[in-house]
């Protein structure tokens, strides 16, 4: 979460410098209460300065509606905003679906040259998900800096933040994320 163009640039500045490092850019623009996160104009510092430099980008649905405008509500609306944000910016993006209805938790990714893949998951009951998207983007940015592949980071990243689901933290009466190192 980083605020501000000021706070933008100085990131995109030591991730220049530092091209070798796979970044994974979690828009976080959008709290889930609705909430902006971001000043009006880090929104488009984020875009210009981040997203070419992103190995990955990997907004929320609500994150996903600041940049085009509009939100999924569906899968089939999830596919055509991740072809379209990929295309758009020229760099793989992960549209995270834990904010779609229903039983299933679908992720999709979309690669500027078309190719798409999904990943489903049952949600877990019970458990307190916030933080599990920016969870998974940090799991996939660990995993892509071990030298995986994109796909294998996003499954191995989309693994812990289950096992973390599954063996959430009991506290005060509510279970949260167990961040497992």
């Given amino acids: ?12 500045g030591l991730l220049r410098e530092n091209r070798g490092v796979p970044a994974v850019v979690d828009p976080v623009m959008v709290a889930t209460s609705g909430a902006a996160l971001l000043q009006p104009e880090a929104v ?3 875009v210009a300065q981040l997203f ?3 190995a990955l980008v990997t907004p929320n649905l609500d994150e996903t509606a600041v940049l085009l405008g509009r939100r999924p509500v569906d899968e089939a609306e999830m596919g055509v ?3 379209e944000l990929a295309r758009r910016f020229g760099v793989p993006f992960l549209l995270k679906g834990g904010h779609l209805r229903g039983d299933e938790l679908v992720d999709l990714l979309a690669l500027p040259d078309g190719r798409c893949e999904r990943w489903v998951g049952a949600r877990i009951a019970g458990v307190d998900t916030h933080g599990s998207g920016c969870t998974l983007s940090s799991a996939i940015a660990a995993q892509l800096a071990l030298g995986r592949t994109l796909v294998e ?4 990243g989309r ?3 289950r ?16 961040h497992l190192v």
């Fill in 1 to 12: 979460m980083l605020f501000n163009a000021a706070i933008i640039g100085a990131v995109a």
């Fill in 44 to 46: 488009a510092a984020v």
């Fill in 52 to 54: 070419p430099l992103a």
């Fill in 81 to 83: 905003a991740a072809s």
């Fill in 153 to 156: 980071a996003i499954e191995e």
């Fill in 159 to 161: 693994a812990y933040l």
């Fill in 163 to 178: 096992r973390g689901l599954e063996r959430g933290v009991a506290l005060r009466g509510r279970k949260f994320i167990a």
